[in-house]
Every structure is written in C-alpha cells, then in structure tokens.
C-alpha cells in the first residue's frame, strides 16, 4: 500500500454524473424547483470521467477522490446493479492506469429514494441497511487504497431537517442569509456514527484499505464571554463526529471558511467584497484550525484533507486562497500533526446541491457541450503537488 502523500481532487456522483433519477436529490429537485435548480445532465461525468481523469493525472496530480452513488447500485431494496458496480469499477481501473490513486466515497450525501420513504437514517436498521450496501461495493474495491465511509455526516444532519421539510410539504423558513439556522441533528448524528462503525468494519473485513469518515470543519471562534455556547456548538458541528473516528485508520477534514460563535450561536457571515460566491466570508486560514482541532479531539488519528477550496469566478484568487490555505497546513505539519494528503474541492466546475453558479473546479465545463477546460489553478497546483509538501511551511507557487 502507497504511503505517498496524497495530492488530489474530489468530485461527487451526483454533482458530476447527471440524470440519478433514483436519489432523494433528483426527487427533492423536482419537488422544490422554486427554491433549487435541476442537476439534470450535471456535467455527464457518468459517461466522461475519463477526460478530467486525464487531466488531473496530466498535470502531474496523484490522487482522485469521488463517490459511487447509492441509488444507482441499490436502486431496489436488495437489489443490486451488476452493470453500476461494473461501471465504478471501470472508474477504479482508470485511476490506477492513470498512475492517479483513487480514493473512493461510498456515500456523498444522497441517498436511494427507497432508503428516504423507509424511514432514512432514523430508522432502526438504518446502519444494518448501509453495511449490506457497502459489503457489496466492497466487492470491486480490488486497489483502493482508501476508502471515506460517509461525507460529512455533520452537513448530512443538519440538511435533513430542510429536505424533511420540503417532503412534507411544510412551509421552510424564508430565505435569509444572516438567519441562524439549527445546530445538526443529535440524533440522526448518532445513527450515521452507528452506521459508520458498521461500514468501516466490513471494509476493514473485505479489503485492505484505510478507511474513515470526512468532516466539515468549521473552524469556530469564541466570541468574549460565549466560551460556553462556542463549546457547544463545536462539539454539535464537530467533535461529536471527531470523537466517532478515534478508531479510524484516518479522518478526512473539509474545510472552507470560518464563523464566530456569540451567545445565540454561529454569527452570519458579514457582507464583504472578498466573500465567496456561497457568500462565505475569504478565510484560508481556517484550514490550520480545522486540521489543528481535529488532531487534538481524535487524538492524533492521521488527517486527511479531503475537501479544501473556494468558489470564485476569479482563477488568480483560488490559486491565492490555496496557497495561503496550504503554508497553514504546512505549519501544522511542521508542529507535528499527522497530515498524509491535500485534496483539492473541486476538480471540475458542477452542481453544487441546488445551485450551479458557484465554481470551485479545477476544471472548466462547458454546460452545453460538456468541453473540459483546465484552469491554470490546476496548472500551479499540479506544481505544488509536484514538488511535494513544504518542509519549512513556506508559502509554495
């Protein structure tokens, strides 16, 4: 097994494939067409994985993280796709021709529509049901080094209260973007901790990968005289999930911007020049805290960053926001902390759950035509990746 560091780009299935008509996505999509856009095509990866695969290993890039999709494995209770599993091992093959080590997510927040209407996370074999599916998938895991059990289950437990809302028709909260919104749910928290568990132990027994769950960090600040709520709301957004990978082989920390937490909870983002188009405030530095507070409440599980990036229209500021994310990392590193890879979000510009205006890619693509156009982003990152991580914290490219 590889113990070279990774350096990488991430996709999902269904911001990337198109057409996963039988997910609680595409359903959502259709029942909420007001509030969000189609995926619809998405950007045909399901049919041109190849192309950003070649890119990314042309650009001298040693890793490629991306997800089989449930609902086109499992589309029926128990009834599994020989042709989807044969497609995704299709995609395995090609990364390792590529020399691109393929990091494989077996769930990217969507789910089987058949999965949702049984009762979804919440119900009682919830965890049973996730490890029969990736038992399965196990069987076409031949190579893979390593293997995320589910992305971001933090984010996965707040979302679906919105999509439990949108389903049964109750009104949702206007749309405000300096609304507070609630903490994830505890409860469904603990379900997909189970679930987890129960995963990483039928790949631990089906295949020799390194396997573990990534988190969205959130990089929380205390404001004076709110420590109490700050502790709360990291462990409900955070290290309620960090503690859940002690076991892990490694954990995966996502990490994009940073928030303040005052006594009512996290405080909205700011208007400002510099804000992301997800109208995120422009903070690389929360890198370092994510992967620094990750080391300290697993106990030094080895880290992964599994997803890092920024949306912006404007390639000179990502290449500027990476570098100052990565002379973080790099500090980290120097002080000890266990790292074993950067992966970049995203590869390709897709569909980011709901929405098609922010870019995060890498990669180009042309809607119409699906033409993929490398960024020089993904130039100077293949440089940087390259020459290998920092080993005095110095600011690459």
Not at 10 to 21: D, L, P, R, Y
Not at 273 to 281: I, K
Request: negative net charge; aromatic residues 12%.
């Amino acid at each position: 097994m590889t113990r070279t560091f990774l350096w990488g780009a991430a996709t999902s299935a269904h911001q990337v494939e198109g057409n996963n008509v039988n997910s609680d996505w595409w359903q959502i999509e259709q029942v909420a067409s007001g509030i969000f856009e189609a995926s619809g095509d998405a950007i045909d990866s399901y049919h041109r994985y190849r192309e950003e695969m070649e890119l990314l290993a042309g650009a001298r890039v040693n890793t490629y993280r991306f997800s089989v999709e449930w609902a086109r494995i499992e589309p029926l209770p128990g009834r599994f796709s020989r042709a989807e599993l044969d497609h995704y091992r299709r995609m395995i093959d090609e990364a390792l021709r590529l020399g691109l080590t393929p990091m494989v997510t077996l769930h990217h927040f969507s789910h089987p529509q058949w999965f949702v209407d049984r009762g979804g996370w919440l119900a009682d074999d919830s965890a049973e049901i996730f490890a029969r599916y990736c038992d399965t998938v196990c069987e076409i895991l031949e190579g893979v080094d390593w293997v995320c059990t589910i992305n971001e289950p933090n984010v996965l437990a707040f979302i679906q209260y919105f999509h439990g809302l949108i389903r049964s028709g109750a009104p949702l909260p206007p749309r405000d973007e300096h609304a507070r919104p609630p903490l994830p749910d505890i409860e469904l928290g603990r379900r997909l901790v189970e679930a987890h568990h129960a995963a990483r132990e039928v790949v631990r027994r089906r295949t020799r990968a390194l396997v573990g769950w990534s988190v969205a960090g959130q990089a929380f600040t205390p404001t004076d005289g709110n420590e109490s709520t700050f502790a709360e709301v990291k462990y409900a957004w955070e290290d309620f999930y960090y503690l859940a990978a002690r076991g892990d082989d490694y954990v995966g920390v996502q990490s994009y911007t940073s928030q303040a937490v005052d006594a009512d909870g996290p405080v909205p983002h700011a208007d400002a020049p510099d804000n992301t188009l997800t109208g995120w405030a422009y903070r690389p530095d929360a890198l370092e805290i994510c992967v620094r507070n990750a080391a300290e409440v697993t106990c030094g599980v080895p880290i992964v960053v599994t997803e890092n990036g920024i949306a912006t229209a404007d390639d000179d500021v990502r290449i500027a926001y990476t570098k100052a994310a990565l002379a973080g990392l790099y500090t980290a590193m120097n002080d000890g902390i266990d790292v074993r890879g950067y992966i970049h979000w995203s590869a390709v510009d897709n569909f980011e759950w709901g929405h098609w205006r922010p870019t995060f890619g890498l990669i180009a693509v042309d809607r119409e035509t699906f033409e993929r156009t490398p960024k020089p982003s993904l130039h100077w990152f293949g440089a940087v990746a390259d020459r290998g991580p920092s080993s005095s914290g110095e600011r690459q490219g």
